[in-house]
């Protein structure tokens, strides 16, 4: 069984794909970063001719990359000049915010470009097919290029026609918008990762989606009304996850990866590259040791590409098999990625194997990873302030839907105090709304940032804290 579990009410919005309990994919997006798609008006800071790039002041102060290219338009990009970019990458560590003038509108059939030109199908769709569609672009005479989704397949000429000018229209308004504006704006929300997702699924490939609020299946019912039947409300959504913050986080950053046939994956991270090294750990075969190698090597290829989509991993990455005898066995390994390749909507390039054996590919870069969206350092420490709030703001969720009359958040150093400041804490309640009333305590003996206690009555907890002589905030 296939389901897809999406919350959206956090700080922290998430998407997980599991498979019959075992997690496919998960994709992770601050509800107030920057999303891959957001369409702003930007004023250009500066063009550097000698790397072919112009800089871009955004809102905030914050300033994008933008990419020229050789053509007239590009070249023509000035000091001063207003332009509407779309973010194509988000910011990571020391890199900012990557743009491009190639503004793109999505949606469940098309892809949509002003400036492009000519027409793609997607090459799941047969030939007769493929040219239906094309005709029925040829036939509109618009400006602009398109790319046809599988989910288009069927379609008749009037909702073909009705959609795209809609998208057209929409480019239009845009640019009027755009030309009222005197500073840098925000104009165009980028999609929620959950929404790309959606898009690409077909009716048969999805058994259930579970979504933590009405608003949410409201929306990707009207947005994705393919899928209507299978998205439903949990109002037990937080304690019903398979994984609670602290375990998945875990799971997505561990060093070490167990394979089901007793060997071991090792994933490690430079600031250059990603390498994953193989090794046979407790597997044991009764076959010769050629058997071996391809039945550990076989799953650790699966294994690999499977670790990279969960842990969002992109540029330069290398994976160390096991020595194999031949370079039948070699291609052997190369057919199996090639066909796991094919479950991970990032774009994936092999290079190939290299004279001493290693495998190099590549993997576009297109959502932050996890060690930086929680702050996991190069030896896999997680010091990150923000991965806490995320969580506690989770466990505050929990012990919502549990009925908790009263709650006592304990927490563990006077800087870790810091991080769930009264303010903060007030505006999750604010927010979320949790019918239950909060106590907040410090305790420096605590070893861990914080402890959350569901407790019946709050005036058994004021006199158990009173004879310990702890001061006591009622927070809500």
């Not at 800089?55 to 053509?71: I, R």
């Not at 023509?76 to 503004?103: A, C, E, L, Y």
């Not at 393919?226 to 109002?235: G, M, Q, S, T, Y």
């Amino acid at each position: 069984m296939r389901k897809l579990l999406i919350q959206s009410t956090t700080q922290l919005q998430m998407l997980m794909d599991i498979t019959d309990g075992e997690l496919n994919n998960v994709l992770f997006q601050n509800r107030d970063d920057y999303h891959v798609g957001d369409i702003f008006l930007g004023t250009v800071k500066n063009v550097d001719q000698r790397i072919g790039a112009a800089f871009v002041n955004l809102p905030e102060g914050d300033v994008a990359y933008l990419a020229l290219g050789k053509n007239s338009a590009d070249q023509k990009v000035h000091n001063g000049q207003k332009i509407i970019v779309q973010v194509i990458q988000t910011p990571r560590q020391s890199k900012t915010v990557t743009v491009t003038k190639h503004i793109e509108w999505k949606n469940e059939w098309f892809v949509y470009s002003p400036f492009g030109n000519g027409c793609k199908v997607s090459s799941k769709l047969n030939e007769e097919e493929k040219d239906r569609l094309q005709q029925y672009w040829k036939s509109l005479k618009m400006d602009g290029g398109v790319t046809i989704r599988t989910a288009a397949q069927g379609i008749d000429f009037d909702e073909f026609s009705k959609v795209l000018q809609n998208l057209n229209s929409k480019w239009r308004e845009l640019e009027q918008v755009a030309s009222d504006e005197k500073k840098p704006k925000l104009i165009v929300r980028g999609p929620n990762v959950w929404d790309d997702f959606l898009s690409r699924l077909s009716l048969e490939e999805i058994d259930e989606i579970v979504v933590d609020s009405t608003e949410l299946k409201q929306h990707a019912k009207q947005r994705h009304y393919r899928l209507a039947e299978k998205i439903k409300f949990d109002r037990l959504f937080f304690n019903h996850k398979p994984f609670d913050m602290a375990t998945l986080i875990e799971r997505l950053t561990t060093r070490h990866v167990p394979l089901k046939n007793g060997a071991n994956l090792t994933v490690d991270r430079t600031e250059a590259f990603t390498v994953i090294d193989v090794d046979t750990g407790s597997f044991r075969h009764q076959g010769s040791p050629q058997t071996m190698v391809r039945q550990v090597n076989s799953e650790a290829a699966r294994e690999s590409l499977r670790q990279l989509r969960l842990r969002q991993s992109s540029g330069a990455i290398i994976i160390d098999f096991i020595n194999m005898a031949s370079k039948k066995d070699q291609q052997e390994i190369l057919s199996i990625m090639k066909e796991e390749i094919r479950k991970d909507s990032i774009p994936i390039h092999i290079v190939g194997f290299t004279k001493l054996g290693f495998l190099e590919l590549t993997r576009k870069r297109v959502y932050p990873d996890v060690y930086t969206q929680f702050g996991v350092t190069l030896n896999h420490q997680l010091n990150s302030d923000e991965y806490f709030r995320y969580k506690i703001e989770e466990d505050l969720l929990m012990h919502k839907t549990n009925t908790a009359d009263v709650v006592h958040l304990d927490v563990g150093t006077v800087a870790e105090r810091g991080i769930f400041s009264k303010d903060y804490l007030k505006n999750l309640n604010e927010k979320h709304n949790f019918h239950f009333e909060l106590y907040l305590t410090e305790n420096l003996s605590l070893q861990k940032p914080y402890q959350l206690y569901k407790i019946g009555e709050a005036e058994w907890l004021l006199n158990r804290l009173q004879k310990q002589g702890k001061k006591v905030d009622k927070l809500f």
